[in-house]
């Protein structure tokens, strides 16, 4: 091979191998924000049940530009008393996926979700039963 064609098969090796490593979604700078809850379980925040019953009042998920994350969220219980969570930790993101690792007093709650357009979705087991999905809108 002479040297020009030498010169471009390792630059379009090169170009290979950066392709291969380069990461493929979204930053986290790029979804950094605050996201405000909208539903959970398609039932619209602030339920209007809790009010006077059991239900969510407000939530809200910060993502940071530096992989921090906080969640905070605010339902009322069975017996009517007001029940606040917050929780602080780091989000990680997997191509469409966000993985975000929170410890709330001595415990530590990871959960998946996705971010599309501008909505973050998590979703976890219901202690009860089936699956809990939380709906945010990036503010």
């Not at 410890?103 to 009860?128: C, F, H, K, M, S």
Request: some cysteine; glycine content about 12%.
């Amino acid at each position: 091979m002479s040297p020009p064609s030498l010169r471009r098969a390792a630059l379009a090796l090169a170009l290979l191998v950066a392709a291969c490593g380069a990461p493929t979604g979204p930053s986290p700078a790029e979804v950094a924000g605050v996201y405000r809850l909208q539903a959970v379980n398609e039932r619209a925040v602030p339920d209007t049940a809790a009010v006077t019953g059991f239900g969510t009042l407000a939530g809200m998920v910060a993502l940071r530009a530096n992989g921090g994350a906080e969640r905070s969220i605010t339902y009322r219980d069975a017996r009517g008393m007001l029940v606040p969570l917050a929780a602080v930790g780091s989000f990680e993101l997997r191509g469409g996926a966000v993985e975000l690792k929170l410890r709330e007093t001595d415990q530590t709650w990871r959960v998946r979700g996705e971010i599309v357009g501008g909505v973050l979705t998590l979703r976890y087991p219901n202690p009860a039963d089936g699956e809990i999905v939380e709906r945010y809108r990036r503010e």
